[in-house]
């Protein structure tokens, strides 16, 4: 039975691959934004990390270093972010683009010197017998390393939403953040460390893409993945669960075209490149269409500013 479904195996590792930094990123803008900040520099973050974690791992020998590195400098692109929009009360919209563009071009100077230089990917968990199984062994226990923090991540998330006085605190501040204040929560503050975690969040993502998806780096690596991340969480209805769903949906899209192509499906290279943004517009315009239903799932004070004197 393991030869009729051996051709799944392939299918489903590079899905996997595919859908990590998605969820990686998506959780992180999930966290921000349930905190009343809408982040739209997921893309420069994402980038800054690659390159942060490629440079440190390709310097130390350490992949480990290097993940850290990329969540590093994540973290480091979100506070940038933060200082200009939660303390310098600028548009938040519009900062994100910024931090986005500045990201493209200073992920692409760093990186100047490493293009054309690969390292081995992130070695990957190996258990004696368990993964040899046929099909599920090499899916389930074949992962390298951030596949799997990548959902403990998510549950970790979820858990912290639902079931923790900080969570339900963070809540509070998205929702409300005047009614927040006046009960004493130091919004700004939980606004910092929501814009951090997402930064570091996309950091992760961005070292996932040049450590283990495609262990080099490249200018724009990414290729738009940072937006396909903010998409995710209106996909979900800022609900975690849903985010697994999402991210594992737009990273299936993401391959197809490579399996179509090796399938010998005569369809434009093109068209097929352009799948995973055309998925995206679609399902924002399906969920626009949800009209109240999804608003009421939406923080009520995303992109609002904060003066805590007023």
Avoid at 24 to 43: C, Q
Avoid at 123 to 148: E, H, K, R, T
Avoid at 155 to 160: N, Y
Avoid at 276 to 302: D, K, Q
Wanted: proline letters at 4%; aromatic letters at 10%; a neutral charge.
């Amino acid at each position: 039975m393991s030869g009729d479904y051996a051709w799944a195996v392939p299918v489903l590792l590079t899905v996997i691959t595919a859908s990590t930094p998605l969820l990686f990123a998506a959780v992180g803008e999930l966290v921000a934004e349930k905190a009343g900040v809408l982040n739209l520099g997921v893309e420069g973050m994402m980038l800054v990390g690659a390159i942060a974690a490629f440079a440190a791992a390709s310097s130390s020998g350490s992949g480990t270093v290097g993940v850290l590195a990329g969540a590093g400098a994540g973290a480091a692109m979100a506070l940038i972010f933060a200082v200009l929009t939660l303390s310098l009360y600028a548009n938040q919209v519009a900062t994100g683009l910024a931090l986005t563009i500045f990201g493209i071009g200073a992920s692409a100077l760093i990186g100047a010197g490493f293009v054309g230089f690969a390292r081995a990917p992130l070695p990957q968990l190996d258990l004696p017998y368990v993964s040899d199984l046929p099909v599920l062994g090499p899916i389930l226990f074949g992962q390298d390393a951030l596949v799997y923090l990548s959902f403990a991540l998510l549950l970790l998330v979820a858990w912290f939403l639902a079931r923790t006085r900080a969570g339900l605190i963070l809540q509070a501040v998205g929702e409300n953040h005047a009614s927040a204040h006046a009960l004493g929560h130091h919004v700004v503050a939980v606004r910092y460390l929501a814009v951090l975690f997402g930064g570091a969040m996309a950091g992760l993502a961005g070292a996932y893409l040049s450590l283990a998806y495609t262990p080099m780096w490249a200018e724009n690596m990414t290729a738009g993945r940072g937006w396909i991340a903010v998409a995710l969480v209106v996909f979900a209805t800022w609900r975690p669960w849903r985010l697994l769903l999402g991210a594992y949906i737009f990273g299936g899209i993401t391959i197809l075209q490579l399996h179509a192509q090796g399938a010998g499906i005569h369809v434009p290279s093109q068209f097929m490149s352009m799948l995973p943004y055309l998925a995206t517009v679609l399902v924002l315009a399906l969920m626009s269409g949800a009209g109240a239903r999804l608003r009421l799932n939406a923080p009520g004070c995303i992109g609002r500013v904060f003066r805590p004197e007023h």
